[in-house]
């Protein structure tokens, strides 16, 4: 018997939307601080705000987005969010104060939260359900590479154009995940279901919270606490050790490893079920957290760098595909907005507590303690989720 059909025209344009978007994301994440301090002469200390502006503003709007794909369609939301992204990259170039731009992050916030959430909702749509956890896999892929594509060419563009070239390629960015996003079109099922009407689980929080989504989503909030100190040091960890050259490759690795095991890990996921995936990919990032302390090569640093690409890319999709699997369809766009905004403030907590905390023990000290914080994470996700899971397993 044959598969469902996985790599759609549809399935494409959405993952390449939601790379677009995701590139832009964290192309302006290492960008706009030096822009901030070199163009701007900002004070270091005030650039931080960049950064934790434009998340509070998408962890706030992720839940209501969910609302809204509800009542008038993922489409719509999808749309008007690329047309928010494409509006704020235009005004780049006028936000030469701090104020400013602080008000210009948020409103770009806003965008990426409501994009990213309709772009998750109509993912979960096209993927077949057999083939769920390769297709989330596959999603989630476009995420983990927009992660090494975007500061890659924010600093060489603007190491070689300047602030003008650096904000023109990422308006670009943004237009061309607009015209990604106007390829898609949902089944028919999905374009004819009613919108707008309510019921009494969409009263209250419950319109904006999908509830059985909690309990995974802190999981990977958890792990985002670990995952954050990990992106935000390595390279000046890098420097520290003496392997300079190899930063530029660690996420170059990172990527390399997840696109040679994503088509076994997310079959697997489908196959065998989330635990048998899960477990050892969260011992694999604990291992790879611990190399990466204990590193004092360009070799051992390299490694440390393909197995936390194979834990945490795996870990990720794998637990949005259970948050969203475990709301069903109609819930989708919810548990997508509710598994998102929990991992973006366990991201956001650790972004603002690991900097004064690796200025205090150093960061190979750090990623040595983060380690052990990955391998608590078992008991984290077998408390929150897995020992419900094998009781539910046992009932049926």
Same mark, same amino acid.
């Given at each position: 018997?044959?598969?469902?059909?996985?790599?759609?025209?549809?399935?494409?344009?959405? *993952?390449?939307?939601?790379?677009?978007?995701?590139?832009?994301?964290?192309?302006?994440? =290492?960008?706009?601080?030096?822009?901030?301090?070199?163009?701007?002469?900002?004070?270091?200390?005030?650039?931080?705000?960049?950064?934790?502006?434009?998340?509070? @503003?998408?962890?706030?709007?992720?839940?209501?987005?969910?609302?809204?794909?509800?009542?008038?369609?993922?489409?719509?939301?999808?749309?008007?969010?690329? $047309?928010?992204?494409?509006?704020?990259?235009?005004?780049?170039?006028?936000?030469?104060?701090?104020?400013?731009?602080?008000?210009?992050?948020?409103?770009?916030?806003?965008?990426?939260?409501?994009?990213?959430?309709?772009?998750?909702?109509?993912?979960?749509?096209?993927?077949?359900?057999?083939?769920?956890?390769?297709?989330?896999?596959?999603?989630?892929?476009?995420?983990?590479?927009?992660?090494?594509?975007?500061?890659?060419?924010?600093?060489?563009?603007?190491?070689?154009?300047?602030?003008?070239?650096? /904000?023109?390629?990422?308006?670009?960015?943004?237009?061309?995940?607009?015209?990604?996003?106007?390829? =898609?079109?949902?089944?028919?099922?999905?374009?004819?279901?009613?919108?707008?009407?309510?019921?009494? @689980?969409?009263?209250?929080?419950?319109?904006?919270?999908?509830?059985?989504?909690?309990?995974? @989503?802190?999981?990977?909030? /958890?792990?985002?606490?670990?995952?954050?100190?990990?992106?935000?040091?390595?390279?000046?960890?890098?420097?520290?050790?003496?392997?300079?050259?190899? *930063?530029?490759?660690?996420?170059?690795?990172?990527?390399?490893?997840?696109?040679?095991?994503?088509?076994?890990?997310?079959?697997?996921?489908? $196959?065998?079920?989330?635990?048998?995936?899960?477990?050892?990919?969260?011992?694999?990032?604990?291992?790879?957290?611990?190399?990466?302390?204990? @590193? *004092?090569?360009?070799?051992?640093?390299?490694?440390?760098?393909?197995?936390?690409?194979?834990?945490?890319?795996?870990?990720?999709?794998?637990?949005?595909?259970?948050?969203?699997?475990?709301?069903?369809?109609?819930?989708? *766009?919810?548990?997508?907005?509710?598994?998102?905004?929990?991992?973006?403030?366990?991201?956001?907590?650790?972004?603002?507590?690991?900097?004064?905390?690796?200025?205090?023990?150093?960061?190979?000290?750090?990623?040595?303690?983060?380690?052990?914080?990955?391998?608590?994470?078992?008991?984290?996700?077998?408390?929150?989720?897995?020992?419900?899971?094998?009781?539910?397993?046992?009932?049926?």
């Amino acid at each position: 018997m044959s598969k469902p059909q996985l790599w759609t025209a549809n399935f494409i344009s959405i *993952a390449i939307a939601n790379f677009l978007a995701f590139t832009s994301f964290y192309y302006l994440l =290492v960008t706009l601080p030096v822009f901030a301090i070199q163009d701007m002469h900002e004070d270091e200390a005030a650039v931080g705000l960049i950064t934790t502006v434009f998340l509070i @503003s998408a962890i706030v709007v992720r839940p209501m987005a969910g609302k809204w794909i509800e009542r008038t369609g993922k489409t719509v939301v999808l749309l008007i969010a690329f $047309a928010i992204l494409c509006g704020a990259s235009a005004f780049y170039f006028f936000a030469y104060s701090m104020p400013a731009l602080l008000v210009l992050r948020f409103c770009h916030g806003i965008g990426f939260g409501m994009a990213t959430t309709a772009a998750g909702a109509i993912v979960a749509d096209l993927i077949p359900e057999s083939r769920k956890g390769e297709g989330m896999g596959y999603y989630g892929l476009t995420m983990n590479l927009a992660m090494v594509v975007g500061p890659f060419l924010g600093l060489t563009v603007m190491q070689q154009g300047g602030a003008t070239l650096m /904000f023109i390629v990422n308006a670009a960015f943004c237009v061309l995940a607009f015209i990604g996003g106007l390829l =898609v079109r949902l089944p028919k099922k999905e374009a004819s279901q009613v919108v707008g009407v309510k019921d009494a @689980s969409s009263s209250g929080l419950r319109g904006f919270i999908e509830y059985s989504a909690i309990p995974v @989503s802190l999981v990977a909030a /958890f792990f985002a606490l670990a995952y954050s100190a990990i992106i935000s040091f390595v390279s000046v960890y890098a420097r520290e050790i003496g392997v300079t050259e190899a *930063a530029s490759y660690f996420f170059v690795v990172y990527a390399v490893v997840l696109f040679v095991s994503r088509p076994f890990t997310g079959r697997w996921f489908d $196959a065998y079920g989330a635990h048998v995936i899960i477990y050892p990919a969260i011992l694999l990032f604990a291992v790879g957290t611990y190399l990466l302390s204990v @590193s *004092a090569s360009a070799p051992l640093f390299l490694l440390s760098a393909a197995l936390i690409g194979l834990g945490w890319g795996t870990v990720f999709p794998s637990l949005q595909t259970i948050a969203i699997q475990r709301a069903g369809p109609e819930k989708g *766009a919810a548990a997508t907005a509710t598994y998102l905004s929990i991992f973006d403030f366990g991201f956001g907590v650790g972004s603002m507590l690991f900097p004064f905390i690796a200025v205090s023990i150093g960061y190979g000290t750090l990623y040595f303690y983060t380690s052990f914080l990955v391998l608590v994470g078992l008991a984290v996700y077998y408390a929150l989720y897995g020992r419900s899971s094998a009781r539910a397993d046992e009932t049926q």
